[in-house]
């Protein structure tokens, strides 16, 4: 009969285990992410948590219009800022939990909006008046509490290139969106290939727990009359739940199984 081996021998090989299987869940099926600033208030919140949705993507389903997604910075949306470091230990561990999903890494500059346009679809963004897509008007009850949907920084008519994106925050006047980028190179517009995946449930704090729904105005009839990809045809940044939580919650059971035999 095979001898077993301590417990605290085995421990070593469990968090090895659980490790292993978070860098995989983050890689390839669901990552959370912490929100960063009040730009999607009142839909998120300043340090919420949400998990993203990083399997779809790879079976070719591209982003519709209407669903909150994370994506890398196509180029200088964010303000570089120089992290303070600590000492050795401290940036060790850091490059540790980083590494499973549950610290965003220096090197991720992501953002977080939600999907106005899609490819070959037209945009109308004006001072008064709501935001038009493909000539028809959204009806946006998401917005922040007093917040225009384009008043504070118009850009008229733009057509949004294939493969391309037209994002916008839901609070309009605390977010640097594609309406802020339409001067410089790439024109505002987010390369689907930068959109790391779906945001579709608050995980964290637990008494926001909610999902992230398609809001009903995104399946009118005459939005998908731009031809774009993405178009709806009916019906829709590390908390607790993170990657490392998720392979611990498999593994432990089964060595605790193991154990009693």
Known sequence: MKRKRPLWQE?????????????????????????????????????????VDKLTPWFGAEPERGEVVVFRDPGGWLDSVPREKGNVLAEGVRTVLSTVGLLPSDDEKDLIKRVIAVGGDTVECRESGPVKVNGV????????????????????????????????????????????????????????????GRAFVIAWPVGRWDTLPVPDTFDQRGLASGGGAGSRT??????????????????????????RR
Not at 11 to 28: H, M, N, R, Y
Not at 36 to 44: I, K, V, Y
Not at 234 to 259: E, F, H, N, S
Request: glycine share 10%; hydrophobic share 45%.
């Open 11 to 51: 421990l070593p090989i469990l968090v090895g285990v659980a490790l292993l299987l978070s860098l995989g869940i983050k890689t390839f099926f669901v990552q959370a992410f912490s929100i960063p600033s009040g730009s999607m208030q009142h839909t998120l919140e300043k340090n919420d948590r949400v998990l």
């Open 137 to 196: 008007a959204l009806d946006e009850p998401y917005l922040f509490p007093g917040a225009s949907p384009c008043g504070d920084a118009p850009v008229g008519e733009v057509k949004v290139p294939k493969d391309h994106l037209w994002v916008m925050g839901d609070h309009r006047n605390d977010s640097r969106d594609s309406r802020f980028h339409v001067t410089e190179p790439g024109g505002g517009f987010v390369p689907v290939k930068n959109v790391v």
């Open 234 to 259: 009916g019906d829709p940044l590390g908390g607790p739940p993170a990657p490392a939580a998720v392979a611990l919650a498999a593994v432990v059971p089964v060595a605790i199984r193991r154990r």
